[in-house]
């Protein structure tokens, strides 16, 4: 599986307080201190320094006994640690939730760290696992979940990977219609991209520009080069399967400036998929 996947499918973005301890606790106040310098560091492309930072937090949030920031720490260090390449830390990290049934977490924390490892697992080509952590997520999530766009957003990705290009494209059309509202724009871009991906690999290389065309509106209104690039590359593939070889050289040359501009940035640095508490 491509990068792609690991720096853009899902947003999981959760807005919500940790349970509220004593006013003015210091415990509380260097906690506060780590996940926003953890926060700062990523934004900025220290993900080394992030990482550390949110393994700290972790640390805290433990011996507090705050299962809310148990959780969301313990997701942004798997996070971090994928973006790094550390898989094998990017899993530990996620045990402190998945693998500690008895420690009080939310079934929006339960479901966002399933939806985490099986991003991870399907970023490393272990579809099967893959499959096994987005169908417990999906099981978790009740009617009116807001992760059910991102569920099946991943589960598109993953039918796309195993070459069922029309499963894929259902599966991303359902994502695209649980993708409402201003929050949900990013996986709405997310899943009007696999949508064209699985035209594309369906021999419907026409038919795929549409979608790709409305994710790359979408991105570019969010703001995201990396998806930008994304769809660029992908547009510019499906041109050229599509015969328009003018079209096809539009795009490339476009993604590549993107890519330009990116790399001179020092690797615009991904912050999507962090929580914030």
Request: aromatic share 4%; glycine share 8%.
């Amino acid at each position: 599986m491509s990068r792609w996947l690991a720096a853009c499918l899902v947003v999981l973005i959760a807005a919500c307080a940790a349970p509220a301890l004593e006013r003015g606790s210091p415990a509380q106040t260097r906690l506060s201190e780590a996940e926003a310098r953890a926060a700062a560091l990523a934004r900025s492309g220290d993900y080394a320094g992030a990482a550390r930072f949110y393994g700290e937090a972790l640390r805290l949030a433990t011996s507090l006994e705050n299962p809310d920031a148990i959780a969301a720490n313990a997701i942004n260090l798997s996070i971090v640690n994928q973006w790094l390449g550390r898989d094998a830390e990017a899993r530990a990290a996620l045990a402190a939730v998945l693998d500690e049934p008895r420690a009080g977490f939310s079934e929006r924390r339960k479901t966002q760290a399933e939806l985490r490892r099986a991003i991870l697992e399907a970023a490393s080509g272990n579809l099967g696992a893959a499959e096994v952590w987005a169908g417990e997520a999906e099981r978790r999530c009740a009617p009116g979940c807001e992760y059910a766009a991102a569920i099946l957003n991943v589960r598109a990705q993953l039918a796309l990977d195993a070459g069922h290009a029309a499963e894929a494209a259902r599966l991303a059309a359902a994502a695209r219609e649980r993708a409402q509202g201003e929050a949900g724009r990013g996986e709405a871009a997310n899943a009007l991209r696999t949508l064209g991906r699985a035209r594309a690999a369906a021999g419907e290389p026409a038919r795929a520009l549409e979608p790709l065309r409305q994710a790359l509106e979408i991105d570019r209104a969010l703001g995201d080069p990396r998806k930008i690039l994304a769809d660029l590359t992908e547009l510019a593939r499906a041109a050229d399967a599509a015969g328009d070889a003018q079209a096809a050289r539009g795009y490339q040359e476009r993604g590549l400036a993107v890519s330009r501009a990116i790399n001179d940035g020092r690797g615009a640095p991904e912050t999507e998929g962090l929580l914030r508490r």
